[in-house]
């Protein structure tokens, strides 16, 4: 379901423009049709395209010790993480570009039956993984449960509407070790990509996760992608036993598999017209 707004029909036209600094957020509806029933879990993914994480300058601005709890390196960031290092001479926490360009749009699903919106639960916990979660990103040592002392002398990154401390109300989910923060770090190999935002649980074996029907989309249009003519989307997919839908696979074993067989005819050709000639000279007597 795309979002983005650039059509003066979509109801999130309205929101196109919004920029980093607008103090009001801006909502819209966008309502859409199941044709099939989504049996097993369903993974909500938001999408962004003409997006380059893979910018060598952006993927280094970070400071990995920073994020892993390091208190030395929360006050003093590296010189990596320039011009997001330092704001008002306090440091930046967490600091550099792929930090402060974090996606911070919040979407909310609910399916209509009969004129009445019923909200679809969506799970926050579970989609980042394993080991970035409980090895690569911690909070500073201290006092767990009083975030707000252990950051204090931080700034927030520029873009954000509030500090890393404010992300959650729950602290196992809150601060560095956020789940969406932590998703957001994992930058892209393409300028085309989804990240995983929720989790919708299958619950009851006789139903389905959720049933063919309409549904409509809640969005606070926070994240501004027009300047740079990007696309925002949100994506609803499930998984098989072989795993989720991935054509660029694929296509890419197709491509990859069709450049060796002809290569290896024209090398066969090659071989049976040059291969079998005496290249040896002949020795006088």
């Given at each position: 379901i795309d979002y983005t707004g650039t059509e003066p029909s979509s109801p999130c036209n309205?929101?196109?423009?919004?920029?980093w600094d607008s103090t009001a957020p801006c909502n819209c509806t966008i309502n859409f049709t199941l044709e099939h029933s989504f049996e097993s879990n369903v993974f909500m993914y938001y999408g962004l395209s003409n997006f380059y994480q893979n910018h060598r300058r952006y993927v280094k601005s970070r400071d990995d010790s920073q994020l892993n709890g390091d208190n030395s390196s929360l006050l003093n960031p590296s010189k990596e993480c320039e011009p997001y290092r330092t704001?008002?001479?306090?440091?930046?926490?967490?600091?550099?570009?792929?930090?402060?360009?974090?996606?911070?749009?919040?979407?909310?699903?609910?399916?209509?039956?009969?004129?009445?919106?019923?909200?679809?639960?969506?799970?926050?916990?579970?989609?980042?993984?394993?080991?970035?979660?409980?090895?690569?990103?911690?909070?500073?040592?201290?006092?767990?449960?009083?975030?707000?002392?252990?950051?204090?002398?931080?700034?927030k990154p520029v873009n954000w509407p509030k500090p890393v401390y404010l992300l959650d109300s729950e602290p196992d989910n809150n601060g560095f070790i956020n789940e969406d923060f932590i998703v957001w770090m994992?930058?892209?190999?393409?300028?085309?990509?989804?990240?995983?935002?929720?989790?919708?649980?299958?619950?009851?074996?006789?139903?389905?996760?959720?049933?063919?029907?309409?549904?409509?989309?809640?969005?606070?249009?926070?994240?501004?992608?027009?300047?740079?003519?990007?696309?925002?989307?949100?994506i609803l997919s499930t998984i098989?036993?072989?795993?989720?839908?991935?054509?660029?696979?694929?296509i890419a074993y197709i491509t990859v598999g069709s450049i060796c067989f002809f290569l290896g005819v024209v090398l066969l050709i090659i071989h049976h017209k040059y291969g079998n000639r005496n290249t040896s000279a002949d020795i006088p007597n």
């Open positions: 309205k929101c196109l423009n919004v920029s704001n008002e001479d306090k440091p930046i926490a967490p600091c550099g570009a792929i930090a402060n360009s974090m996606f911070n749009d919040t979407l909310e699903l609910f399916r209509i039956e009969n004129n009445t919106r019923t909200r679809i639960t969506l799970v926050k916990k579970g989609i980042a993984w394993w080991t970035d979660k409980n090895v690569k990103f911690r909070n500073p040592t201290g006092d767990g449960n009083n975030l707000t002392a252990l950051f204090q002398g931080t700034t994992r930058t892209a190999a393409l300028p085309t990509f989804r990240k995983l935002y929720r989790l919708i649980e299958r619950k009851d074996n006789l139903q389905p996760t959720l049933q063919a029907g309409k549904y409509s989309l809640d969005i606070t249009y926070n994240y501004p992608v027009h300047s740079f003519d990007g696309r925002k989307r949100m098989s036993w072989m795993g989720g839908k991935n054509p660029f696979l694929g």
